[in-house]
């Protein structure tokens, strides 16, 4: 009669696995809760990321995606609940919040780089007074990022020439160079026009090739169909349906989530999806 393990391995083989998947977890966040007041915008969230994983976040406004992604690297803190960082709780006592948010890079919809600072200067300042580089390295560091973004002759200029897709970028690279082991992005295109808004995808998209862990808020729905592993609908502080991409956006199960998607989803993008089903 088969035992339930069948061919039983060593027992470290069983620990190495069991270190192993605790170390691929590198967001956790249980029962999150989190209201405002009387405000109730985040009504128990579970949510797991796994190192390397790209998860979208979907959902109308209002709906506590920003709230979600500002919980997981403490800018707001949660009313209940744990959020874990690659197996760190990050919402326990004693917490160091600087070290935590060190280990998390982060994208907003607004650049806001340090306007009287050149680029290479937005890229350095923390490094060195957070990370206490010497300007060598944060320079070289600063340098290997640009290039990664696609700004290397940008170095030198300050940030109010450069156009919204380029700023963004280098946002990008800077947050970058503080040598995140995750990243959150929340609407990190919707300021920008339209023909600037493929650039900056296509900096995340290598950024997700090359294994980061990406935490996307995003309303780019080609996007989360190519690049996401995993996209998450959320409505009224939950957690509606989450599912791959082909699967929540092509084929959603709930009809709350297709009643979302048939409102963002324009005829010419769901045609788009179409072909890309092939
Ligand atoms: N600091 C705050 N104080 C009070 N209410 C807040 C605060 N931050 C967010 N809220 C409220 O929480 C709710 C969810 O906001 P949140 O920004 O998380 O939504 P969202 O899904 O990111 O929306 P959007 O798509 O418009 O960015 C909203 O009703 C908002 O007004
Ligand atoms: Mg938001």
Request: with cysteine; hydrophobic share 40%.
């Amino acid at each position: 009669m088969a035992t339930d393990g069948g061919e039983t391995s060593p027992v470290a083989g069983d620990a190495d696995d069991r270190a192993h998947a605790a170390r691929t977890v590198a967001i956790e966040v249980a029962a999150l809760r989190k209201s405002f007041g009387e405000l109730a915008v985040l009504k128990g969230i579970d949510l797991t990321v796994r190192a390397g994983e790209v998860v979208c976040v979907i959902g109308p406004s209002g709906s506590g995606k920003s709230t979600l992604l500002r919980c997981v690297n403490l800018l707001e803190e949660p009313t209940s609940g744990t959020v874990r960082v690659a197996g760190t709780e990050v919402t326990g006592p004693d917490v160091d919040l600087d070290q935590v948010r060190r280990r998390i890079g982060m994208v907003f919809q607004a650049f806001n780089l340090f306007p009287h600072l050149t680029v290479l200067g937005n890229l350095t300042i923390a490094q060195r007074r957070v990370l206490r580089r010497g300007k060598e390295e944060a320079e070289d560091v600063a340098r290997s990022n640009l290039r990664r973004v696609g700004l290397t002759e940008k170095e030198g200029s300050y940030p109010a020439p450069l156009s919204g897709g380029q700023q963004q970028r280098v946002a990008i690279a800077r947050a970058l160079s503080m040598g995140p082991e995750l990243m959150l992005f929340d609407e990190p295109t919707s300021a920008l026009d339209p023909e600037l808004v493929g650039d900056v995808l296509a900096v995340m998209r290598r950024l997700a090739d090359e294994g980061m862990t990406m935490l996307v808020v995003t309303h780019e729905m080609s996007f989360a169909r190519e690049v996401a592993d995993r996209v998450v609908f959320m409505d009224d502080g939950v957690i509606v349906e989450e599912g791959p991409p082909r699967q929540l956006i092509g084929e959603p199960r709930l009809a709350r989530t297709r009643a979302f998607l048939s409102r963002v989803l324009d005829p010419a993008a769901a045609e788009v999806l179409e072909q890309g089903r092939e």
